[in-house]
């Protein structure tokens, strides 16, 4: 058990349809990052909270977005999904939302039927 | 874009065997991360690299950091069944901001 808790591991779910997401981080990390990966792309970057607040944004789609709660857990809301958006996404946390390394949660894989 | 090419993507070599695998960008890096996944699991980090040509070790696994740090290579003696999975390089450039991932290196070690 890495700390870093993702829900639900696995989702299937239709074409246009709404899913969240959840994420808590590992105890004392202030930052959330999101990540999807795919098996031609490897890990893409989403993005990253820090604190409550948006830090940076990667290749994330505009049917997409995210939030950092006040008690830390964050959520990544995908809308309108398409069938290219079957994929796994993680979830990372790191203590102050510099590179020194992130830890990991196990991922929530999504088929998009 | 940042962009990180790891060599081989794919390797299948037998329990005993010594291998290196390789990260490499024409970016600069301010520190390097080596990370392990198995299947069905996140990324495990395994090392982080900050300074030009910098050598780790862990255990059977040695790491190191290009001179001008824009690479790095991770070198296994002896490999395990154990050692199967996905190596995946990240490199950061400090700060709040993105991180880039490599592809990754997808290794098989058969008994």
């Known amino acids: 058990d890495s700390g870093v808790t993702q829900t639900p591991k696995h989702l299937i779910t239709a074409t246009g349809q709404r899913v969240t997401l959840r994420c808590s981080p590992r105890s004392g990390d202030l930052s959330v990052y999101w990540y999807q990966q795919s098996l031609d792309q490897g890990l893409q970057f989403l993005i990253q909270y820090y604190n409550g607040e948006e830090r940076a944004k990667g290749n994330i789609l505009e049917r997409f977005s995210a939030q950092q709660f006040p008690d830390l857990h964050s959520e990544l809301n995908l809308s309108s999904l398409e069938l290219g958006d079957s994929a796994l996404y993680f979830c990372?946390?790191?203590?102050?939302?510099?590179?020194?390394?992130?830890?990991f949660g196990s991922g929530t894989r999504l088929t998009v039927v | 874009t940042q962009l990180l090419e790891q060599s081989p993507q794919f390797l299948s070599i037998q329990e005993g065997e010594n291998l290196t695998v390789y990260c490499n960008s024409s970016?600069?890096?301010?520190?390097l991360q080596w990370y392990r996944q198995e299947p069905g699991e996140g990324p495990v980090l395994l090392v982080t690299?900050?300074?030009?040509?910098e050598v780790k070790k862990l255990k059977r696994l040695t790491f190191q950091f290009g001179d001008a740090r824009k690479d790095s290579s991770l070198h296994i003696t002896a490999a395990q069944t154990g050692d199967t999975g996905l190596y995946l390089c990240a490199g950061g450039s400090g700060g709040y901001q993105k991180v880039t991932f490599g592809i990754g290196t997808k290794l098989q070690v058969i008994p």
């Open positions: 990372a946390s790191s203590p102050t939302g510099l590179f020194f390394g992130y830890t």
């Open positions: 690299v900050v300074t030009g040509g």
């Open positions: 970016s600069v890096f301010s520190s």
